[in-house]
């Protein structure tokens, strides 16, 4: 069975840093593309940053890049997402998803992933 369990969020001041992880379990991470979307609210689900496996591409969103990386580490089977120079406007509930194929321009399209975890609350706030 497929499960993606994300945990790291939480309340940060601005300009603070937080890292998202995401552990896969059910199937390798090495043969999946991993997005992180995110979802504040009143406002609809967004993609934040995803890595393809299908083309080898990466997105980001332009609110994040520069600022937002996402890596990650095939022995502990777990996605991440490191967040810096957080702003109040990133504060929403991130979630992991997966799928076997989602290529460029695709990566971004929440409906192109079958799989998602539970979601963790990222809160910026003073």
């Known amino acids: 069975e497929v499960q993606l369990v994300e945990s790291g969020g939480g309340l940060v001041q601005p300009g603070g840093s937080l890292r998202l992880s995401c552990a896969a379990s059910?199937?390798?991470?090495?043969?999946?593309?991993i997005g992180w979307f995110r979802q504040a609210s009143g406002k609809e689900r967004e993609g934040v940053s995803s890595f393809s496996r299908t083309d080898y591409s990466t997105y980001y969103a332009d609110s994040v890049k520069g600022r937002f990386t996402i890596s990650s580490d095939i022995a502990k089977n777990t996605v991440y997402l490191q967040m810096n120079s957080l702003k109040p406007e990133d504060t929403a509930v991130y979630y992991c998803?997966?799928?076997?194929?989602?290529?460029?321009?695709?990566?971004?399209?929440?409906?192109?992933?079958?799989?998602w975890g539970q979601g963790t609350q990222v809160t910026v706030s003073a």
């Open positions: 998803a997966a799928e076997t194929s989602v290529w460029n321009p695709y990566l971004s399209d929440a409906n192109r992933y079958h799989y």
């Open positions: 059910g199937f390798t991470v090495d043969d999946y593309t």
